[in-house]
């Protein structure tokens, strides 16, 4: 089965549906200058909950040391995920990290980060220099698909993902997870429940599709 993680949340009704349709991850965005996001206050009131079935991913980019530990602590994170090239120090906090790994020009080419073994997965996503997290839009998956099934970390896959491409992703890269923001958002960090429920509609699809 794939994992789905829901990602920039910022209310507690969308942690608690997100919960309902069964995610296993729930994203909390830390990262300065985010439109998504989340002040570390009202991440302690809707982070916690998570933990009940899903685990909390606290995002970030270049906040420091004690910003971090001040996220952690507040969101009873379960894992970091740094939208950058992974570092050495991103590993000193004692908790799992996700390695975000960026496809270049949306194209398809995969290089992977010098702390790929240490993570405990690699996301694939599209990035932009200087910008907090994804740009939101998708790159070639099939292009991607012969680097990907060279990775020995669990593979996870975001980038303009929505119920209408998210089958055509599974299929193609077969992830460990699938990493959604503004495809199931009617605006940054306000997630709507139709699109919500149609893309957990989508993914049980293609997991049938695969068995």
């Not at 970030?60 to 950058?84: K, P």
């Not at 995969?110 to 790159?139: E, I, M, W, Y």
């Not at 960090?189 to 049980?204: C, W, Y």
């Amino acid at each position: 089965m794939t994992a789905v993680k829901i990602c920039g949340l910022t209310r507690k009704a969308d942690v608690e549906l997100a919960l309902e349709l069964g995610a296993a991850y729930l994203g909390f965005n830390f990262a300065s200058g985010s439109p998504r996001r989340v002040a570390v206050e009202t991440a302690a009131k809707i982070a916690p909950a998570g933990g009940r079935t899903a685990r909390r991913v606290g995002v970030f980019v270049d906040e420091t040391a004690d910003e971090i530990r001040r996220a952690i602590d507040a969101g009873s994170l379960d894992l970091l995920q740094f939208h950058r090239t992974v570092r050495a120090e991103d590993f000193r906090y004692g908790i799992p990290v996700v390695g975000v790994v960026s496809v270049a020009g949306g194209g398809g080419a995969v290089r992977l980060p010098r702390f790929a073994k240490r993570c405990h997965a690699l996301l694939l996503d599209t990035l932009v220099a200087g910008r907090p997290g994804g740009t939101g839009r998708r790159f070639d998956w099939r292009r991607a698909r012969n680097s990907a099934r060279r990775l020995r970390t669990p593979l996870w896959v975001a980038g303009g993902l929505s119920a209408e491409n998210v089958g055509e992703a599974i299929r193609c890269l077969q992830p460990a997870a699938v990493d959604v923001a503004s495809g199931v958002e009617s605006s940054p960090g306000m997630k709507d429940r139709a699109r919500l429920t149609a893309f957990f509609e989508a993914v049980g699809r293609a997991d049938e599709d695969r068995e």
